[in-house]
């Protein structure tokens, strides 16, 4: 599925000089949207999917809720820091998120 505009981490692309990634989270891309992809920009995305899964963790299986979008075809891992700001900003029925706008950053702040 192509997105509608380049995924963050073409966005990314640009920034590597020869072999090396301009961001530790670009050497090993995968599935999942990481904070490096983001590096100091604040995108935008439109929810598209909300939903269950089970993940593979250091502590054994464990469900997890993630989320799709529109722009992208990386997923995010709805933590519970996100999932509760999400909730306070579109309430607790998770299928009203599908079509709501959110933006992300990276931060270091631990919170």
Known sequence: MMAM?????VWREFEMSE???ANFDLAYPGRFLKAGQLGDDKPTFTIKDV??????GEKGD???LLMSFHETDFQ???CK???TAIKAMFGPVVPDWIGKRIVLWAT????
Not at 108 to 111: A, F, I, K, V
Request: glycine share 4%; charged share 15%; no cysteine.
């Open 5 to 9: 505009w380049p995924t963050i981490s």
């Open 19 to 21: 072999n090396t990634p």
């Open 51 to 56: 939903f269950p899964e089970v993940l593979a």
């Open 62 to 64: 464990a469900r997890k």
């Open 76 to 78: 995010m891992v709805v």
């Open 81 to 83: 820091l996100n999932g």
């Open 108 to 111: 270091d702040t631990l919170m």
